[in-house]
């Protein structure tokens, strides 16, 4: 996984709390519990401001009038505990944050506070949803009753007048479209505007569809089967009047959940009518729906833009953003592609960290600092997971066969590998994807054998030059792991996240790292 460090606030049974962790290991945690996310990312937004002003440390956004926090005496000091050293950040009188481990050495735990400063004042803040039981302040989208499709169905073209009327209410609508990377862009901009006074709203979508109004998180409680795009329409009825009571200029930021050409258009020209529309990159996913090539899918992309928007593109591709500025151009919509520094060139992100600047210079905002960028890159970059026995690496969170192999490009010692592939039945698209890029790995000698579970397994096994192993439905995701590794190559999963049985591999090797890191960096504990 990448060396990703992030605050995290989530929910619990007695209130919410908030936690900075790279990877599975916390390196600091709140020592008390809050009513509410707004409390806990407020929190939050105070230990990134005092960490970024610590002597020695280079001088991050969150300092002078862009600090969303004033912070007056800060000091991150150690302090012996009967032999035993731990570190504390301070502002004046208030403890904000102090190790979840003591540390036998001084230095140790100097280079802990170190390496916490230096995370806690770039990274940026993640929401979960994690308690079931608190759910009262869920916001109900969607339905199961036909009779109640149908009449929504029938007072469409009124609710249609009265959604465009309302949306022209918000001053800055940025929606965040493309294929990698729109999620984490979706937050960091959150992050950004609301930090400098903004009333904010941001829609995440994916497996724990959530709100985030002014640094308060509110679920998406889906009742219906199935995502809807007018679930917009009952966000915005409901939100906008709440964004009209503050005195900020509000801003409306939301990740495009569409999938198809015709759904992805329905949202950037109907329910959202953006501002700025940021397309992060051009990939190869959602074949069944988008196109087969990168060339139909940036097409689609294309085709989706209304007049007169502004886009803000990551894609690199000479040929393809060529593509795009002469179809993009042609419906009077403007572009512009992210400039990526030499120096960040070739880092896995950059794209989609370098578009968050260019769209706050869109909008007419300062951009963040490049000292905050580069820290931010280098904690995204991927690394092994180190388990016992092995190396381990799970790309199935990024899907798609290009970011699979960008992302193996990456990572060191990779030349020889042990893949393992997860299919889904409703990614066709992406399993045939992934046929060919076994073939390209064999072909270049990277593998010679191989693994796959899931929705017709034994058609991929067949279709692969490589010799390819089907798990049973079944498997036991520890042996399964066991087995990976007895090959005795680094172990890379990819294709699809969205299953039980990933879920609990990717807890297997969490637990499996922790139990190393615990012997070999004690200065650092797990995630309980």
Same mark, same amino acid.
Not at 333 to 358: D, F, K, S, W, Y
Not at 411 to 416: A, M
């Given at each position: 996984?990448?060396?990703?460090?992030?605050? /995290?606030?989530?929910?619990?049974?007695?209130?919410?709390?908030?936690?900075?962790?790279?990877?599975?290991?916390?390196?600091?945690?709140?020592? /008390?519990?809050?009513?509410?996310?707004?409390?806990?990312?407020?929190?939050?937004?105070?230990?990134?401001?005092?960490?970024?002003?610590?002597?020695?440390?280079?001088?991050? #956004?969150?300092?002078?009038?862009?600090?969303?926090?004033?912070?007056?005496?800060?000091?991150?000091?150690?302090?012996?505990?009967?032999?035993?050293?731990?570190?504390?950040?301070?502002?004046?009188?208030?403890?904000?944050?102090?190790?979840?481990?003591?540390?036998?050495?001084?230095?140790?735990?100097?280079?802990?506070?170190?390496?916490?400063?230096?995370?806690?004042?770039?990274?940026?803040?993640?929401?979960?949803?994690?308690? #079931?039981?608190?759910?009262?302040?869920?916001?109900?989208?969607?339905?199961?009753?036909?009779?109640?499709?149908?009449?929504?169905?029938?007072?469409?073209?009124?609710?249609?007048?009265?959604?465009?009327?309302?949306?022209?209410?918000?001053?800055?609508?940025?929606?965040?479209?493309?294929?990698?990377?729109?999620?984490?862009?979706?937050?960091?901009?959150?992050?950004?505007?609301?930090?400098?006074?903004?009333?904010? =709203?941001?829609?995440?979508?994916?497996?724990?569809?959530?709100?985030?109004?002014?640094?308060?998180?509110?679920?998406?409680?889906?009742?219906?089967?199935?995502?809807?795009?007018?679930?917009?329409?009952?966000?915005?009825? /409901?939100?906008?009047?709440?964004?009209?009571?503050?005195?900020?200029?509000?801003?409306?930021?939301?990740?495009?959940?569409?999938?198809?050409?015709?759904?992805?258009?329905?949202?950037?020209?109907?329910? =959202?009518?953006?501002?700025?529309?940021?397309?992060?990159?051009?990939?190869?996913?959602? #074949?069944?729906? =988008?196109?087969?090539?990168?060339?139909?899918?940036?097409?689609?992309?294309?085709?989706?833009?209304?007049?007169?928007?502004?886009?803000?593109?990551?894609?690199?591709?000479?040929?393809?953003?060529?593509?795009?500025?002469?179809?993009?151009?042609?419906?009077?919509?403007?572009?512009?592609?992210?400039?990526?520094?030499?120096?960040? /060139?070739?880092?896995?992100?950059?794209?989609?960290?370098?578009?968050?600047?260019?769209?706050?210079?869109?909008?007419?905002?300062?951009?963040?600092?490049?000292?905050?960028?580069?820290?931010?890159?280098?904690?995204?970059?991927?690394?092994?997971?180190?388990?016992?026995?092995?190396?381990?690496?799970?790309?199935?969170?990024?899907?798609?066969?290009?970011?699979?192999?960008?992302?193996?490009?990456?990572?060191?010692?990779?030349?020889?590998?042990?893949?393992?592939?997860?299919?889904?039945?409703?990614?066709?698209?992406?399993?045939?994807?992934?046929?060919?890029?076994?073939?390209?790995?064999?072909?270049?000698?990277?593998?010679?054998?191989?693994?796959?579970?899931?929705?017709?397994?034994?058609?991929?096994?067949?279709?692969?030059?490589?010799?390819?192993?089907?798990?049973?439905?079944?498997?036991?995701?520890?042996?399964?792991?066991?087995?990976?590794?007895?090959?005795?190559?680094?172990?890379?999963?990819?294709?699809?996240?969205?299953?039980?049985?990933?879920?609990?591999?990717?807890?297997?090797?969490?637990?499996?790292?922790?139990?190393?890191?615990?012997?070999?960096?004690?200065?650092?504990?797990?995630?309980?």
């Amino acid at each position: 996984m990448t060396r990703d460090s992030r605050f /995290e606030v989530y929910d619990t049974s007695a209130g919410w709390r908030w936690r900075l962790r790279t990877n599975s290991l916390v390196l600091s945690q709140s020592t /008390e519990t809050f009513s509410s996310p707004e409390q806990a990312r407020s929190a939050v937004n105070h230990v990134r401001a005092a960490a970024s002003v610590v002597e020695d440390l280079p001088e991050q #956004q969150f300092n002078g009038s862009q600090a969303s926090t004033q912070v007056t005496d800060v000091q991150c000091m150690t302090v012996n505990n009967g032999g035993q050293y731990e570190w504390v950040l301070v502002d004046g009188d208030n403890v904000l944050a102090r190790s979840t481990a003591t540390y036998e050495a001084k230095s140790n735990a100097v280079t802990a506070a170190t390496s916490f400063c230096a995370a806690a004042s770039v990274t940026e803040t993640a929401f979960l949803l994690r308690n #079931q039981n608190q759910q009262s302040s869920a916001f109900d989208v969607g339905s199961t009753s036909v009779l109640a499709a149908l009449r929504s169905l029938a007072t469409l073209p009124i609710r249609g007048f009265k959604h465009r009327r309302t949306i022209q209410k918000i001053d800055t609508r940025i929606v965040v479209s493309g294929i990698r990377g729109k999620s984490s862009t979706t937050r960091r901009l959150d992050d950004v505007f609301r930090r400098r006074g903004y009333d904010t =709203l941001t829609k995440i979508t994916g497996n724990q569809p959530h709100l985030i109004h002014n640094g308060g998180v509110v679920p998406l409680n889906r009742e219906g089967p199935r995502t809807t795009l007018y679930e917009n329409i009952d966000v915005f009825r /409901e939100y906008v009047p709440k964004l009209a009571k503050y005195s900020p200029e509000d801003v409306a930021i939301f990740e495009n959940q569409g999938i198809t050409e015709y759904t992805t258009r329905l949202i950037n020209e109907s329910f =959202l009518d953006p501002h700025v529309i940021v397309l992060t990159n051009i990939r190869r996913d959602h #074949q069944d729906t =988008l196109g087969e090539t990168r060339a139909e899918i940036a097409r689609s992309f294309a085709k989706s833009v209304p007049p007169k928007a502004h886009i803000v593109c990551g894609e690199q591709h000479p040929v393809i953003y060529e593509y795009l500025e002469r179809e993009i151009t042609a419906t009077e919509a403007t572009i512009e592609q992210v400039a990526i520094p030499e120096e960040h /060139e070739g880092l896995l992100g950059a794209e989609t960290a370098h578009a968050v600047n260019h769209t706050l210079t869109a909008v007419g905002e300062s951009p963040v600092p490049s000292d905050e960028i580069r820290a931010y890159l280098e904690q995204i970059q991927p690394a092994w997971t180190t388990v016992p026995n092995g190396l381990v690496f799970n790309a199935a969170e990024v899907n798609d066969v290009e970011s699979t192999e960008a992302v193996r490009q990456a990572l060191e010692n990779s030349d020889r590998i042990t893949p393992f592939v997860f299919l889904r039945p409703d990614r066709r698209g992406r399993t045939a994807s992934f046929v060919s890029y076994f073939d390209h790995l064999a072909d270049q000698g990277i593998i010679d054998a191989g693994y796959v579970m899931g929705s017709d397994s034994s058609v991929f096994a067949k279709e692969t030059k490589c010799e390819v192993t089907e798990i049973d439905a079944d498997a036991d995701p520890e042996a399964v792991l066991d087995r990976l590794l007895d090959h005795g190559r680094p172990v890379i999963l990819m294709g699809n996240t969205v299953d039980e049985f990933m879920r609990e591999i990717d807890s297997e090797i969490d637990s499996r790292a922790q139990g190393r890191s615990l012997v070999d960096r004690p200065d650092e504990v797990p995630i309980s």
